[in-house]
């Protein structure tokens, strides 16, 4: 077995390049054969995955080993979906998570502890599939894959205000990426206007007029930890939609605080959507992100689906997680 190993060392405020280094040691001492490469830039990783898809899809060999945030992880997925080799036979991912929100490692059960987190790989005989995200935007004529959540509005403003605040880095090193999560919501709740959405499920159409958390999820968790999407997981081919209105300030705080405590998608303050298809379109300009990333400011008309993946690292049971 070899690994194709990309690092992103700026994940997590740095975090990530203490873990390589304790992950190389490890892999040095098991002679364990493996190549690295370190990003150089934003969205690097985008095209290493994309040169190891061509190089190596389709190897039974191959795993492609991951070590960052969800950003990377998300880059490296659509990198190696670019090429249609690794469409047909995917190149399995190994996943090390070092950044703030840690929430694909959340959902699937990976061990914080990048050693440990290695064990999980180690201990793989054979990949375990999961259900991934896939969506197609027809305004920009796009498409790609994620394995967490696409967000527009609210949950997009706040992404955008996480990634560029100082705040970030300082409660990273303290482990609390959630706080900053929390602590950026509320400065997006003065400069979020609710927006026109359209909503399609099963030839079903539904329209919000003051819309402004609309969240498809793969798995329960979003920004660090908060259960956005109880009712899905990666291993269900379903996506979860959770679209909440923006009516007035006492409601919009009931379903903040539902929202914090993992209640928001259940409560009669939301509408949920479970299926394995989607659609959604806005009418207005607004922000998006997708595993964390940002989108943009743009208008959308996404359809979404799901296909599966296959990961190469033993998850924790419920109780290990
Ligand atoms: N060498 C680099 N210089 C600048 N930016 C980089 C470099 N390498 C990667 N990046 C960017 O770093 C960003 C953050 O990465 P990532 O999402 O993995 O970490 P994080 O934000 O700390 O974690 P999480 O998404 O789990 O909260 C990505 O958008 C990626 O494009």
Redesign the pocket.
């Not at 992103?8 to 405020?13: D, V």
């Given at each position: 077995m070899h690994f194709s190993i990309i690092i992103?060392?700026?994940?997590?405020?740095g975090?990530?390049k203490v873990a390589w280094q304790k992950v190389k040691a490890r892999l040095d001492q098991l002679k364990i054969n493996y190549t690295f490469q370190?990003?150089?830039?934003?969205?690097?990783?985008t095209y290493l995955g994309r040169k190891l898809a061509d190089r190596f899809a389709g190897s039974s060999d191959e795993i492609v080993l991951v070590i960052?945030?969800?950003?990377?992880?998300?880059?490296v997925l659509n990198g190696l979906m670019k090429s249609e080799a690794n469409r047909k036979h995917p190149l399995p991912i190994a996943y090390i998570?070092?950044?703030?929100?840690?929430?694909?490692a959340r959902g699937y059960g990976i061990n914080l502890d990048p050693l440990a987190a290695l064990d999980q790989i180690l201990a793989a005989k054979q990949a375990t599939l999961i259900s991934i995200g896939h969506y197609f935007e027809a305004i920009k004529n796009e498409e790609g894959f994620f394995f967490n959540n696409i967000g527009i509005g609210f949950d997009a403003s706040i992404v955008s205000r996480?990634?560029n605040s100082k705040q970030?880095k300082k409660l990273?090193h303290f482990h609390l990426?959630h706080l900053s999560y929390l602590a950026n919501a509320i400065g997006a709740l003065y400069n979020q206007e609710p927006f026109e959405l359209m909503v399609e499920n099963q030839h079903h159409r539904d329209f919000y007029r003051k819309s402004y958390i609309v969240i498809v999820s793969n798995h329960p968790f979003i920004g660090?930890g908060f259960k956005i999407a109880p009712d899905t997981s990666l291993y269900d081919p379903n996506l979860e939609l959770v679209v909440a209105e923006r009516k007035n300030w006492v409601l919009t705080l009931i379903q903040l605080w539902r929202f914090a405590r993992g209640k928001l998608a259940h409560s009669r303050f939301a509408h949920r959507y479970h299926a394995k298809q989607l659609r959604y379109s806005t009418t207005s300009l607004e922000f998006g992100q997708m595993?964390?990333?940002e989108m943009g400011n743009r208008f959308v008309d996404l359809t979404f689906d799901t296909i599966a993946y296959p990961i190469w690292e033993v998850p924790l049971t419920k109780k290990e997680n």
């Open positions: 992103n060392e700026i994940a997590g405020g975090n990530a370190i990003t150089k830039a934003a969205d690097h990783a960052g945030g969800d950003g990377t992880l998300h880059q998570a070092c950044g703030t929100g840690n929430d694909f996480t990634n970030k990273n990426g660090g595993d964390g990333e």
